[in-house]
Nanobody, 122 residues
Framework: QVQLVESGGGLVQAGGSLRLSCAAS????????VGWFRQAPGKEREFVAA????????YYSDSVKGRFTISRVNVKNTVYLQMNSLKPEDTAVYYC???????????????WGQGTQVTVSS
């Protein structure tokens, strides 16, 4: 069982930056790939970025590629999402998720956090 807690959300102006953190419990976290997802009001949840268990492979949605960076520090059981050049359309609740596999995926995740709100003002 893995429990995930997101933090780092907030209000930022367009063009600004935020870094989200996803802290995980459990001794086997280093065996799990992790993804970030987001859900804006009235919209479906969408994939943002993912990182393999080792951290050696990352994958991004086209909408954030070049602006967001996912990383992890396994000894700290933490995954990060550095978000730069933020746009109003990035406003959403951001969730991290872990899957019982080492490779990245855009949909199949087993554990989810509660989410953190990111609001980008124009």
């Amino acid at each position: 069982q893995v429990q995930l807690v997101e933090s780092g959300g907030g209000l930022v102006q367009a063009g600004g930056s935020l870094r989200l953190s996803c802290a995980a419990s459990g001794r086997t976290f280093s065996r799990y790939a992790v993804g970030w997802f987001r859900q804006a009001p009235g919209k479906e949840r969408e994939f943002v970025a993912a990182i393999s268990a080792s951290g050696g492979t990352t994958y991004y949605s086209d909408s954030v590629k070049g602006r967001f960076t996912i990383s992890r520090v396994n000894v700290k059981n933490t995954v990060y999402l550095q978000m730069n050049s933020l746009k109003p359309e990035d406003t959403a609740v951001y969730y991290c998720a872990a899957r019982r596999d080492t490779v990245v995926d855009t949909t199949a995740y087993d554990y989810w956090g509660q989410g953190t709100q990111v609001t980008v003002s124009s």
